[in-house]
């Protein structure tokens, strides 16, 4: 049996001048010292170029991933999930601007709902004990009054 050895495959890992300015530029308003993220390059297990933008410190967890595997590109949030996936990158990029934008508008909603939860907590569990309380005074006041 004979062994024929083919041709690797060149790493892609490096990302171009052009392709960096265009996702750095769709999520420009998601970088900058106010709101403290950053972004980072690296590459796959396979040699593949990748992006990262990065929250704020101390943690700098990963909020989004670009990723460029055969000339197509892939958008995932930071769990992993596949977002987005195209061979065009300001498509892509378009993508995960949106998807930065919306991510402070879903932790607005989250406070919202929070507040309402606790609302509507007093108002189920703590206001019926204060009546309760009320009402046991209203009761127990004219039996109080003999002992003054």
């Known amino acids: 049996m004979s062994v024929v050895a083919f041709e690797r495959k060149s790493a892609t890992g490096a990302w171009s001048e052009s392709e960096l300015n265009t996702i750095v530029a769709a999520l420009n308003a998601a970088l900058g010292p106010a709101k403290g993220r950053e972004w980072e390059t690296g590459a796959t297990e396979s040699g593949d170029a990748q992006f990262y933008l990065l929250d704020s410190l101390p943690d700098?967890?990963?909020e989004l991933c670009v990723s460029r595997?055969?000339?197509r590109y892939i958008?995932?949030?930071?769990s992993g999930r596949l977002l987005?996936?195209?061979?065009?990158?300001?498509?892509?990029a378009q993508h995960a601007r949106a998807a930065v934008s919306s991510r402070s508008w879903s932790?607005?909603?989250?406070l919202v709902l929070l507040s309402f939860t606790?609302?509507?907590?007093?108002?189920?569990?703590v206001e019926p004990?204060?009546?309760?309380?009320?009402?046991?005074l209203v009761h127990v006041a004219p039996q109080l009054a003999i002992f003054a």
Do not use: M, N, W, Y
């Open 129 to 136: 004990l204060l009546i309760e309380g009320e009402e046991l």
């Open 60 to 62: 700098q967890a990963c």
């Open 107 to 110: 932790l607005v909603a989250r």
């Open 118 to 125: 606790v609302r509507h907590t007093i108002q189920e569990k």
């Open 75 to 78: 958008l995932e949030d930071g």
């Open 84 to 92: 987005f996936e195209h061979r065009s990158l300001p498509l892509v």
């Open 69 to 71: 595997i055969g000339g």
